[in-house]
């Protein structure tokens, strides 16, 4: 499984929903704290660019040294149609500072030392100290999670749901017709989530690991073939 880090640089890293929260502004007016892009320096600070007349860069533009603390709050929510569409959220705290001739004119590049982090998502809730996160990777297929969930889903219904002869003596002698509803639900370079829908009120969470960890979108191709393959026979 992907470790807390990996799980958190990857959401930072992705087009996942960012709110920059800082202690003395306007919590009722959150669109201007929503960075416009957002990425991880060498040494694990999160960078975030803004408009130049930001509350969040005039704040950072007049704190004195390092003392204007923030946290970046991150939700996630899955790509296609599901019930529990939040599939998890981190939040990153630190100290937030200018810095100036990073970004084009009108534009200012913040920085977040990295203070401390946390993630609570499908996998579970876990603490990030500061070296894990600088040294962890975001997930290869992060970039193209949401367009390659979405395929799943509209493409490849009926083979998403003869997952479920996979599971076990719960739904494995079940007709075909008789098998609960199935939506890719996660997709990451060890394996696929689905999330399989019984009924109104009640759904559950079964994960298919691939033979070995993917390194691109042909990789996936193949491990997805191999996957439905053996859900077919």
């Given at each position: 499984?992907?470790s ?166 719960r ?7 008789d ?51 053996a859900?077919?026979?």
């Open positions: 499984m992907p807390a880090a990996e799980r958190t640089r990857t959401l930072v890293q992705s087009t996942c929903s960012a709110l920059l929260v800082v202690p003395g502004l306007d919590a009722a007016r959150a669109e201007p704290l929503i960075p416009d892009s957002r990425r991880v320096g060498p040494d694990g600070d999160v960078f975030l660019e803004f408009p130049a007349h930001s509350p969040a860069v005039r704040a950072a533009t007049h704190a004195q040294g390092d003392d204007l603390t923030a946290v970046l709050e991150i939700t996630d929510v899955a790509p296609v149609s599901v019930p529990h569409r939040i599939r998890g959220r981190a939040w990153i705290s630190g100290w937030l500072t200018s810095v100036p001739g990073l970004a084009e004119p009108g534009r200012m590049m913040l920085r977040l030392e990295f203070g401390e982090a946390y993630v609570d998502d499908l996998w579970g809730a876990d603490d990030i100290d500061a070296e894990d996160f600088r040294d962890a990777a975001p997930d290869p297929l992060a970039a193209h999670e949401a367009e390659l969930l979405q395929h799943l889903a509209a493409s490849h219904d009926e083979q998403v749901r003869a997952l479920c002869g996979l599971l076990g003596e739904t494995a002698r079940a007709r075909p017709q098998r609960p509803s199935a939506v890719p639900v996660a997709l990451d370079r060890f394996g696929l989530r689905v999330r399989f829908i019984e009924g109104r009120n009640s759904c559950f969470d079964a994960r298919f690991d691939f033979p070995e960890p993917v390194r691109d979108v042909t990789g996936l191709r193949r491990a997805m073939h191999t996957l439905f393959e859900a077919a026979h």
